[in-house]
């Protein structure tokens, strides 16, 4: 009988929690929107109070503020290729909604939010700067010593992929609706014999 009151309980509790899938899209979705407001607020305020060619330093020659519009992707390359750019972001943008909804887990849905905030980040400024719509140019403005200058989404990615990758390593992959529901009724089975 205590498996029957375990599996009361875990009801009731189910019945509160939402399911994992929608936690997962859910925090994807507000985790990216914040990412998002982050990245573009930055940006303007990088627009606003920084002049195109100087830098700020910030820590020396290692890091420092520096205001450029990037036609291009990192190290400004493919400068002339900027639709391969936005078409890649919009299916990125897409594969992070199409993950965070077929994975479960919290988890899941804080990295795959991060990286659809820096994702759509950058988006926002290709689909919405000049020179012309799908072709605009990227505001960058973070320094990184003579090697390159980035933003708040490119910081978003790359610790959003980070994430991803650690979510990975600790075995936390979480099964696709399907595999769960055939676990769930396998471990079922195993407790009625």
């Known amino acids: 009988m205590p498996g029957a009151v375990e599996t009361a309980d875990a009801g009731v509790a189910d019945e509160k929690a939402p399911p994992p899938t929608r936690r997962a899209v859910g925090a994807a979705l507000a985790v990216g929107a914040l990412g998002v407001a982050l990245d573009q607020g930055t940006k303007a305020l990088a627009a606003a109070r920084l002049t195109p060619g100087e830098r700020v330093p910030l820590l020396g020659d290692l890091y420092g503020l520096s205001l450029v519009h990037n036609p291009g992707a990192a190290f400004s390359l493919g400068a002339g290729s900027t639709w391969i750019f936005t078409t ?82 600790r075995g936390d992959k979480q099964r696709l609706p399907r595999a769960q529901s055939i676990a769930r009724r396998g471990r079922a089975e195993a407790r009625v014999r």
């Open 88 to 169: 890649a972001g919009v299916l990125a943008s897409v594969a992070v909604v199409v993950f965070a909804v077929r994975l479960r887990g919290l988890r899941w849905g804080l990295a795959l939010g991060v990286v659809l905030g820096g994702a759509v980040g950058n988006l926002v400024d290709r689909l919405g700067n000049p020179p012309a719509i799908g072709q605009g140019h990227v505001t960058d403005f973070l320094a990184y010593g003579n090697l390159f200058v980035g933003n708040i989404a490119d910081v978003l990615v790359v610790v959003g992929v980070g994430l991803v990758c650690l979510n990975l390593l």
